[in-house]
């Protein structure tokens, strides 16, 4: 493999706290003042403010003209790496992949941004058509029937099912008794935090040999107590659970309702869907399928499809069509429902990007994304797994879907560098590598996921930069030690952000630890 | 396209000669050969359904932005729609930074290549805590429906009690979000509010109060627009029986208002979309959640808190605080949950605080009081129309009750709307007591001639 040749430097501005750009009288914007007429009827309106309510001081905000303002944010901006600049396969179960520009285009338009959601709904048939073409698709995608485009998110997605899970048991008076949700140890965190969040005992089953949930195990978990079961599948290991319709079969003789963890559906367009799968709902993150941009951590939308005979709990608002009217509205009218987990109806604008991401590429082209997402994960994997001191979880299966969890187990032992070092090193590299989701129980673990963005000529060149850091912690150690050297700034002390002694999460409490550089006060 | 395989633009390895490569350095005849684990039973059958594609990039734009033109916008109409989103003036540099790729299209990095986003959320989260008084403020959170959720369940974990009192004036729509975090873990009980003055009921509140109760919360203003001036009573009250005050704040009027620190709050919350989000059709919220800096506060945090912290060359580098907190290190044993919220919002609010620094904030403040003041006033004037009730004093919403018109708010609002414009928020099935009542906001966008147009509009249409 030859790396192609960079002589990358990330931004380096040492850029200043705002506050200390601050200079009293600096004003980065004006806003417009009251009528003369307006002052004559009503004066100052600062006196009307009841006493003791009215603020007694200035806020402490930091005063700059907007040239400062802009030169400030954009100089950080320059000190972040979006995917728009990297080969960003590093975040594995995250599916970052290419935010086509056309759809920013939609989603900054005033006809988007500019609704308020109380508006007459004849004055947002437009985005209300957007939302229901949308579910109209998601039907075809899952297999489900009826959707809410509500959560924000993947793990307010889990929160939803968690929420209706709870409705739909109560509503058969097995509330009380069904208390358990079950989920594995290799889904997302937060299929375990969130039925946690619900008041839900949760069973985390363990990986068998081949790294797939314990059917054993699972068949002694479910019992009259069982609620729901939350699977991923494939987990990230990318091992596709071919047993799944085994699980949800059990799962639902047992009375409990089956829900599927789909942000890791990249791989599965077309191919496999929930309804097939046996599952009674599932959510989908069109912040990471579907191509909405991650916004250095939202906003976001956990859209969620389920079964017809779960359609009542849902969230309200849904929106449906009038066929005799004419018209697309807003459904409040669910007396079963589940109640609502967002505000309004959810992030409108990242279903639009969906919408338009979608419609871009057809069903052939949904399916061609997953295909080509399937076949660079294991081209990854073939060439990742030549590279000194790397090792895959669960060997015995060769193909994986669309990501892998791998180790630097061996590596560690031959070099005492594990993935912790890589992620520090290969921010010299101008890309972005993080590790695994928690447990551990693969030693030194990352999870590598090659969406179908990336050309072979990327992948190639990050199994370079991999190459290149395995090699460095086998023979240039002091390398790998002092990384990175070429990025935004130099290695942190962490210690400080675990020390309630030493932390400071704003300014002002910094400046009451500390004065100058971290002197204490 | 017949016979000719398709190349797609976002799929640089669909192009055929590549493909083969790839799969013969993978050693497999076809990709269906890697989805061997996937048994046949569960296989798609056939192709899905879905309409036929723009698969070029100007039949797409025409398709969606055909669908979007059936959309009138607040720019379009004149509108005085509030209650919970609200159309503030989003500055143009805001739009800038958070539109740069930089920070649009990141995920959620490391300290070193993500910096940038790093330092930013600090910077948000310093500002907001000056904004809130308090010491400490998060990463933003899905919306302030939820910053609400989590302050009380925040309050519970605090004092080890499981029920909340909550304002019967707040927001109905949050109420329902707040029920859905509360559930199974905390029981709510409502509080009573006066109907003439649109404050909090005291005596109720000393009724209810008990040492069940975790927190007392309370949205200030309160949905109905009226500002609440009794906060430090109702603080002492909570303090007195060992639960905590939470209260609701809008950020828009902290240039101007007491923020709830300085009467008493334990915990303020509230959602950031009024400084420089758009309101996208509902979908520009993010909450925050602010607090005192100790530790059993900052503990009981669910979200990411970002830290200050030195690096070896003595330059400003910045993580994770008290990562175990979270469900991300501790899954089940975690502190409720983390996961992609609202960071890009959060970058918003803060190019806007600094934009506008403590004189922006003042000057808005002024200006919201002093049209809405002035709204209030002449459309009281309107006969068939009332201003008066709730009589409290209101910042940037207020309620017009056309009892006295003989008219509904649903047949004033379509009459309004072939006007071009956008009436306040019906009130009549979320508060049946205020009878046809509405919820009318005024923003710093609302100028005086618009309130004029309205005026001129509503006496035509109640005459």
């Known amino acids: ?89 590093g975040q594995g179960t995250c599916t970052m992949k290419h935010n086509p520009k056309i759809n920013e285009v939609f989603a900054g338009s005033p006809k988007m941004t500019d609704l308020h959601p109380c508006q007459d709904q004849s004055t947002v048939q437009g985005i209300l058509e957007i939302l229901y073409r949308t579910e109209e698709i998601f039907r075809e995608i899952s297999g489900l029937d009826c959707c809410s485009i509500q959560p924000g998110g993947g793990t307010h997605g889990a929160l939803a099912m968690a929420t209706m899970v709870r409705a739909w048991h109560r509503d058969r008076g097995e509330d009380g008794r069904r208390d358990e949700i079950i989920t594995t140890l290799f889904s997302h965190p937060s299929d375990a935090a969130v039925p946690k969040v619900k008041g839900y005992k949760v069973v985390i089953l363990p990986p068998d040999e081949e790294g797939l949930p314990d059917m054993e195990a699972y068949r002694s978990a479910l019992s009259e107590r069982t609620a729901a079961i939350f699977f991923t599948n494939p987990e990230d290991t990318g091992i596709f659970n071919s047993r799944i319709a085994e699980f949800t079969e059990l799962a639902r003789k047992n009375g409990a309702l089956c829900c599927y963890d789909q942000a890791n559906a990249n791989g599965l367009l077309g191919i496999a869907r929930a309804r097939e799968a046996g599952f009674d709902m599932s959510f989908f993150n069109l912040h990471k399928t579907f191509s909405s941009p991650h916004g250095c951590g939202g906003p976001a939308t956990g859209l969620l499809m389920v079964d017809r005979v779960l359609e009542p709990y849902l969230p309200v608002p849904v929106v449906r069509w009038d066929e005799k009217g004419g018209r697309y509205y807003l459904d409040f009218n669910l007396p079963k429902s589940c109640g609502k987990v967002k505000a309004f109806y959810g992030v409108i604008p990242v279903v639009l990007r969906a919408y338009a991401w979608i419609m871009s590429l057809g069903a052939e082209g949904l399916e061609e994304a997953s295909r080509i997402a399937v076949l660079n994960n294991n081209y990854f994997m073939k060439k990742m797994l030549e590279v000194r001191g790397c090792s895959i979880s669960f060997p015995r299966h060769p193909a994986r879907i669309e990501q892998v969890r791998y180790s630097w187990e061996e590596m560690k032992r031959e070099t005492g560098f594990g993935t912790a070092d890589v992620q520090r090193r290969i921010a010299d590299f101008g890309t972005h590598y993080w590790s695994s989701h928690e447990p551990w129980v693969i030693p030194e673990p990352f999870t590598i996921e090659p969406s179908e963005s990336y050309s072979k000529e990327d992948l190639d060149e990050y199994l370079g930069i991999m190459e290149q850091i395995s090699r460095e912690c086998y023979e240039e150690p002091e390398k790998i030690r002092h990384a990175p050297e070429s990025s935004t700034i130099h290695l942190i002390d962490h210690e400080y952000l675990d020390d309630p002694d030493r932390w400071a999460i704003t300014w002002r409490q910094y400046t009451k630890k500390y004065r100058g550089y971290f002197e204490r006060r | 396209m017949k016979g000719k395989k398709r190349v797609y633009p976002y799929i640089p390895n669909s192009e055929p000669r590549v493909r083969e490569a790839m799969l013969r350095e993978i050693g497999v005849d076809s990709v269906d050969d890697l989805l061997g684990d996937i048994p046949e039973g ?88 000056e904004l809130l008084d308090f010491d400490v403020c998060n990463v933003p959170t899905y919306d302030g429906a939820q910053a609400a959720g989590t302050s009380l369940r925040m309050a519970s974990r605090l004092t080890g009690r499981k029920k909340a009192l909550l304002a019967g004036n707040m927001n109905p729509d949050r109420l329902k979000v707040v029920r859905t975090y509360l559930d199974s873990v905390m029981t709510v009980e409502m509080l009573g509010w006066d109907r003439s003055s649109g404050l909090l009921d005291l005596e109720d509140l000393g009724a209810k109060m008990s040492e069940e109760v975790a927190a007392i919360y309370f949205e200030n203003p309160s949905y109905l627009g009226t500002i609440e001036d009794q906060g430090e009573m109702v603080a002492r009250a909570a303090h007195e029986a060992g639960a905590l005050m939470v209260v609701f704040a809008d950020p828009s009027t902290l240039g101007v208002l007491e923020p709830p620190s300085r009467y008493g709050a334990d915990i303020a919350c509230g959602d950031i979309q009024p400084l420089g989000v758009h309101m996208n059709y509902g979908g520009g919220l993010g909450g925050f959640i602010c607090t005192k800096g100790e530790n059993r506060f900052i503990e009981e945090y669910p979200s990411r808190l970002f830290g200050i912290t030195p690096t070896r060359e003595k330059e400003w580098g910045f993580g994770d605080v008290a990562w175990e907190r979270t469900s991300f290190a501790n899954r089940e044993t975690a502190k409720e949950f983390v996961g992609t919220h609202a960071a890009l919002w959060g970058v918003a609010a803060a190019v806007y605080l600094a934009s506008m620094g403590p004189e922006g904030m003042a000057d808005l403040g002024k200006v919201i009081l002093q049209r809405s003041l002035y709204a209030r006033k002449v459309l009281g004037e309107v006969p068939g129309v009332s201003t008066g009730k709730p009589s409290g004093v209101s910042f940037k919403e207020f309620v017009v009750d056309f009892g006295q018109s003989g008219r509904d708010v649903v047949e004033i609002n379509e009459k309004l709307l072939a006007c071009g414009i956008f009436g306040g928020k019906d009130l009549s099935r979320e508060f049946p007591e205020l009878g046809q009542s509405a919820l009318y906001c005024v923003t710093e966008k609302t100028s005086k001639k618009d309130i004029d147009r309205l005026v001129e509009a509503l006496s035509e249409i109640l005459r």
């Not at chain 1, 007694?56 to 905000?61: A, Q, R, W």
């Not at chain 2, 503030?88 to 540099?93: D, G």
């Not at chain 2, 790729?101 to 500002?127: C, I, K, N, W």
């Open chain 2, 42 to 129: 569960i296989r798609m059958k056939s192709r899905m359904n879905l309409p036929e594609p723009f698969t070029a990039e100007a039949d797409l734009k025409r398709h969606v932005e055909g669908i979007l033109s059936r959309n009138i916008t607040v720019g379009e109409y004149l509108s005085f729609l509030g209650a919970g989103c609200y159309d503030h003036h989003v500055p143009a540099v805001v739009d800038e930074v958070i539109g740069r790729s930089e920070f649009l299209t990141a995920y959620a990095g490391e300290p070193y290549e993500d910096h940038g986003r790093f330092q930013v959320l600090f910077e948000y989260q310093s500002m907001m805590a």
């Open chain 1, 1 to 89: 493999m030859t790396l192609r040749k960079r002589a990358f430097h990330h931004m380096r501005w040492n850029e200043p706290i705002i506050y200390q750009l601050s200079t009293p009288g600096h004003r980065g914007l004006l806003v417009p003042e009251a009528e003369e007429g307006i002052e004559q009827a009503v004066g100052d309106g600062l006196s009307s403010i009841p006493i003791g309510m009215r603020r007694s001081d200035s806020p402490s905000l930091p005063e700059l003209a907007q040239p400062q303002v802009v030169r400030h944010f954009n100089r950080l901006s320059q000190e972040n790496l979006g995917a728009d600049l990297n080969i960003d396969i």
